[in-house]
């Protein structure tokens, strides 16, 4: 079965640092999401990818897929306290189009101002 | 607006005691699912509906029952077969388009479901 793995499991930075999280998966991904929690709430979509290659930002936040479809990254610029939370990879089960997403353990981000 | 909504926001259980867990989505989504979070792990997969009056078990099925005799609603039972239940419970919907790629899942704020 098709397994993610995130790195690191924890981050703490200092505001205005960069920061990268990394998603790794066991097998080809169809296409790979990345959501945002705030401890116990819900999840917040952030970006979707599913072409190799591909590379998507909003606002400070970057996400890539690499060519070979196995892993990505989440790069946040300049990071502030607002991007405190944890992130979440998400990548769908298999190839079809059920809707079914498996996800990562998390990151765990702090921002100290 | 439209979203998804979940109740209650945090739930206490009994020994022996059945729990339901409510989740309504005025989205339209043909698709909702249920994920269960524990501290420090991803989200597992526990049910998922594509369609109303059908379901289909995920990954951690035991010790749970759903029903999807609307659209707009996919409540959860946690049973007392369930012997680990604390965990933070989280509702999810998308549409399913045929032949066209994935569309993002949305998800409701979650219950936290704890054992007295």
């Known amino acids: 079965s098709q397994e993610l793995e995130q790195s690191p499991q924890s981050l703490i930075v200092q505001e205005g640092k960069n920061l990268t999280i990394n998603c790794t998966s066991s097998?080809?991904?169809?296409?790979l999401y990345w959501y945002k929690q705030k401890y116990g709430e819900g999840l917040i979509f952030l970006m979707m990818?599913?072409?190799?290659?591909e590379e998507k930002s909003h606002e400070k936040i970057t996400a890539k897929l690499d060519e070979k479809k196995q892993q990505s990254s989440l790069h946040i610029t300049a990071s502030q306290p607002s991007h405190a939370g944890i992130y979440l990879c998400?990548?769908?089960?298999?190839?079809?189009?059920?809707?079914?997403?498996?996800f990562g353990q998390g990151t765990t981000l702090q921002v100290k101002p | 607006d439209g979203g998804i909504t979940q109740s209650p926001k945090y739930l206490f259980r009994k020994e022996g005691q059945n729990v339901t867990l409510s989740c309504e989505q005025n989205?339209?989504?043909?698709?909702m699912y249920w994920y269960r979070q524990d501290p420090g792990q991803g989200l597992r997969l526990i049910y998922y509906?594509?369609?109303?009056?059908?379901?289909q078990k995920g990954d951690i099925a035991e010790g749970y029952s759903v029903s999807r005799e609307k659209k707009e609603s996919f409540p959860l039972t946690v049973t007392s077969a369930q012997k680990n239940p604390t965990a933070f419970y989280l509702c999810?919907?998308?549409?399913?388009?045929?032949?066209?790629?994935?569309?993002?899942?949305?998800f409701g704020s979650g219950t936290q479901l704890s054992v007295l």
């Open positions: 999810a919907s998308t549409s399913i388009r045929r032949g066209l790629s994935n569309e993002k899942l949305f």
């Open positions: 097998k080809t991904l169809y296409g």
């Open positions: 990818l599913q072409k190799g290659g």
């Open positions: 998400g990548a769908p089960h298999g190839s079809g189009n059920t809707g079914k997403l498996i």
């Open positions: 989205l339209n989504h043909d698709a």
């Open positions: 509906s594509q369609i109303v009056n059908d379901f």
